[in-house]
Each structure stands twice: as C-alpha cells, then as structure tokens.
Nanobody, 124 residues
C-alpha cells in the first residue's frame, strides 16, 4: 500500500518554472511506475508524463517533453516534475499516481495509487 503526497504547486506568471514533488510512503516504491497527470477546470484528467523503475520516461507530447522533465530519487521515495516556461494553459490540478509495471489495464486505470493533487495556476 502506497501513500502519495504532492507539493510544490502555486501561482506563477507565464514563463516561470515550478518543480512539483511527489513523496511516497510504503514498501518497494522503487518497483513502481509513477505518473503525473493534470486536470484543468471543466476538463478531464490527462496524462502528463511517467517514469518507470529503470527511469525510462514517457511524455504526453513533444511540446511537453521540451518543457517538462520527470525524474525520481528512489533513495528518498520521491518523484519530481520540473516544469519550465509555464503557460496559462498549464493551469490545472496536478496529481501523481503509481502502479506496479505489471498491473493490467489501460491508461489511467492502470494506476491504483493516487495523491490528492497540487494546484498550479499560471497567469498571463
């Protein structure tokens, strides 16, 4: 059983950077794939990026890959999302989630541990 807590959100201006953190408590965190998702007001929750146990990363779009960087520190049970050149369209609640790499399912349904989210607001 994992517990995830996000932090690092806030109100910034367009062009600024933020680093989100996801702190995990529970056994064998290093064996889990961790993803970041975001939900803008009135929209569905979308995938942002993920990192697997071997630190292989996946991003939603090439544009996001150029501005966002996901990383992990297994020794500290932490996953990070560095977000640079933030834009107003990045405004959303950002969630981290975890799943065992072998867990079946499609898309977000594969993730069975979720944090409560952290608000990111980008003003123009």
């Amino acid at each position: 059983q994992l517990q995830l807590v996000e932090s690092g959100g806030g109100l910034v201006q367009a062009g600024d950077s933020l680093r989100l953190s996801c702190a995990a408590s529970g056994p064998q965190f290093s064996l889990y794939t961790v993803g970041w998702f975001r939900q803008a007001p009135g929209k569905e929750r979308d995938f942002v990026a993920s990192i697997n146990p071997t630190a292989s990363t996946t991003y939603d779009t090439d544009s996001m890959k150029g501005r966002f960087t996901i990383s992990r520190d297994n020794a500290k049970n932490m996953v990070f999302l560095q977000m640079d050149n933030l834009q107003p369209e990045d405004t959303a609640v950002y969630y981290c989630a975890a799943r065992h790499p072998l867990r079946p399912g499609v898309g977000q349904a594969k993730y069975n541990y979720w944090g409560q989210g952290t608000q990111v607001t980008v003003s123009s």
